[in-house]
């Protein structure tokens, strides 16, 4: 059997990281495979979709979107996914343009677990290379509504206090190369406990899968209309994709034999301390609001449904 398979790639000003992903695609094992690439500019205001067109003008299996205002990850991927959910794709990656896929024979892998366990949502194990960890999955479970609450407050607590952050932080690069902050920091990490590691290394279902790539499958795709809903602009698309899966009782699996490589948020990573934790908090704040009240409405709709 062959399989149609789309890789919808969310495209922001930098052309050279997104030829490395389209160029890592190409190389992939192709036999049983028919491909086609969507590459979505989320309104990046430079000329990086313009070369990326004139990079890949010749290439008839991709398609070009430019956005005029920016959308977010979920509106920026939903428009994607709107253009190719009618196109026949019996799997569609969702990834983000410093995404590398190194493991050539990952389409062969992906098709030979549906066809012996069908599922809907499926995530590789995906390595970052700039902070030496594995990313996939995020969490065992999406949070309920008290933890949602509790992580909001801290999060409106960090805005608060960002000028002064951004002030220890300006110390930190002063004094990093110094004795004293060694000593410091020698010190500190003898009293805090190192992240635990997520467990990786084996399969498992219905958890939070990274964002950073994913796969929709035939049977997501046939169900539903739009990708991420409700939207958000950044954070929490993880947790509320999980939780509607779990609410329509579609199966998600995180298969770690599926290997691909994460650059590391390229596009932010270049903003400056302030304006990067800013961005974070902000964010953080907007999107865990809404998800907060998606949680709250499917409490109140089983609420309803046990009244009536």
């Not at 430019?66 to 959910?85: I, T």
């Not at 390229?266 to 998800?291: H, P």
Request: charged share 30%; proline share 3%; with cysteine.
């Amino acid at each position: 059997m062959k399989y149609k398979v789309g890789f919808l790639i969310l495209h922001y000003r930098d052309a050279e990281i997104t030829e490395k992903c389209i160029d890592s695609i190409q190389k992939l094992k192709q036999d049983d495979f028919e491909l086609g690439i969507m590459v979505v500019d989320n309104n990046s205001g430079n000329d990086s979709a313009r070369i990326l067109r004139e990079r890949y003008k010749d290439e008839s299996r991709m398609e070009l979107i430019e956005l005029h205002e920016s959308k977010g990850y979920s509106g920026a991927n939903n428009v994607g996914y709107d253009r190719m959910k009618d196109q026949g794709y019996d799997f569609i990656f969702v990834i983000n343009n410093d995404i590398v896929f190194h493991q050539e024979d990952i389409l062969e892998r992906l098709a030979a677990e549906f066809e012996e366990r069908p599922f809907y949502v499926a995530g590789p194990d995906i390595y970052a290379v700039y902070k030496k960890r594995h990313q996939s999955p995020i969490a065992m479970r999406p949070e309920n509504i008290p933890e949602m609450e509790q992580k909001i407050r801290e999060e409106k607590r960090k805005l608060r206090f960002l000028w002064f952050e951004n002030i220890i932080h300006r110390l930190y690069k002063l004094t990093m190369n110094t004795a004293i902050y060694k000593a410091y920091r020698k010190k500190m990490d003898k009293i805090q406990k190192p992240e635990p590691e997520k467990d990786w290394q084996h399969r498992h279902e219905n958890v939070v899968l990274q964002g950073a790539c994913f796969v929709v499958s035939r049977l997501f795709i046939s169900a539903a209309d739009v990708l991420f809903t409700p939207e958000t602009q950044f954070y929490h698309e993880e947790a509320i994709l999980t939780t509607r899966c779990y609410q329509n009782g579609w199966n998600n699996v995180y298969l770690p034999e599926l290997k691909i490589t994460h650059l590391d948020s390229v596009a932010t990573s270049k903003k400056k301390y302030y304006q990067r934790k800013k961005f974070r908090y902000v964010n953080f704040i907007q999107s865990g609001e809404i998800y907060l009240n998606y949680l709250k409405q499917i409490e109140k709709e089983k609420k309803a449904k046990g009244d009536a």
